[in-house]
């Protein structure tokens, strides 16, 4: 990633891990679980733009992007829930495109419709997310890692901003991981250059 010749573009490099788990009927999208560590506003817009576009790869048209926070309400004690109010906001007057944004949402209201509906949520993010956007990267490759290793999964991993798309998997990650994390990074790849 030379910073005169190579991959970066000037704009925010990130990373996303793509999962599909047994039982759950999409594919979602973890960003950023392992490259911005505590990434403010501004950076987290950019995190969602490069996720959105790989979702667009995916053939997900209009991405649900669930802004995760430990609540599901706005706390001017947790900061992450802030920015997750300020998210949704910014999509709605359509300052974040291509995806509807929603938080902040805790993981279970995120990915369950039931969850959600107990707690009174109503949201068209709410049970149907397709990205999750972390807080930080301690949240993010924590979750990422325990769904590697406590669920039937397929997993890659790709940082995205840059030129071209690049294979970023963990040390442990399996041969199939590291495959489809290649796979993913050439469907992204042709989407970007068609």
Not at 14 to 40: K, T, W
């Amino acid at each position: 990633l030379n910073k005169e010749v190579g991959l970066r573009t000037g704009g925010t490099l990130s990373h996303v891990y793509i999962h599909q788990v047994e039982g759950y009927d999409r594919l979602f999208f973890i960003c950023d679980p392992a490259f911005n560590m505590y990434p403010d506003l501004a950076t987290k817009v950019n995190i969602l733009n490069n996720t959105v576009d790989l979702a667009h790869a995916f053939g997900i048209d209009l991405p649900k992007v669930a802004v995760l926070a430990a609540v599901e309400v706005v706390n001017p004690e947790m900061p992450c829930t802030i920015d997750a109010a300020t998210l949704s906001q910014m999509s709605r007057r359509k300052q974040i495109k291509g995806c509807i944004v929603d938080g902040p949402l805790a993981l279970d209201n995120a990915i369950s419709e039931e969850s959600a509906k107990h707690k009174g949520i109503e949201s068209e993010v709410a049970g149907k997310a397709d990205i999750l956007l972390v807080p930080d990267i301690e949240a993010g490759n924590m979750m990422a890692k325990a769904i590697v290793y406590f669920s039937n999964n397929k997993t890659a991993g790709l940082v995205l901003g840059a030129k071209a798309p690049v294979v970023l998997t963990s040390r442990s990650d399996t041969a199939e991981t590291k495959l489809l994390s290649i796979a993913s990074a050439v469907a992204l790849s042709a989407y970007q250059n068609k």
